[in-house]
């Protein structure tokens, strides 16, 4: 199973960025999908998910601003990123719970990660 990240970039300070996530494989099926960040000299944290249902959860830093969904027949999820401050610069991850084809296992993957710079 891969996870491939895709539009992170450079983006002014209150600008908007769209990050893609699509997933591919031996997939039966995929539970929680959601991003992690993580700046320079800083955990990964966790910025949002969303279940197979479309529950979401977000961190309190980006609520109100950042906005995760997920295309379930595309395994794909999405991050759209407004009103960008430069302290949300970092890397970002995606991050799946996947149900393996014929195995029935569920396995977490990572993405291999996407530079979002916010410049002020």
């Known amino acids: 199973v891969q996870l491939v990240e895709s539009g992170g970039g450079l983006v002014q300070a209150g600008g908007s960025l769209r990050l893609s996530c699509a997933a591919s494989g031996s997939i039966f099926s995929i539970n929680r999908m959601g991003w992690y960040r993580q700046a320079p000299g800083a955990q990964r944290e966790l910025v949002g998910d969303?279940?197979?249902?479309?529950?979401?959860n977000y961190a309190d830093s980006v609520k109100g601003r950042f906005t995760i969904s997920r295309d379930n027949a595309k395994n794909t999820v999405y991050l759209q990123m407004n009103s960008l401050k430069p302290e949300d610069t970092a890397v970002y991850y995606c991050?799946?719970?996947?149900?393996?084809?014929?195995?029935?296992?569920?396995?977490?993957?990572w993405g291999q990660g996407t530079q979002v710079t916010v410049s002020s």
């Open positions: 991050n799946a719970d996947v149900i393996l084809r014929n195995i029935g296992s569920r396995v977490n993957y």
């Open positions: 969303v279940t197979s249902g479309g529950s979401t």
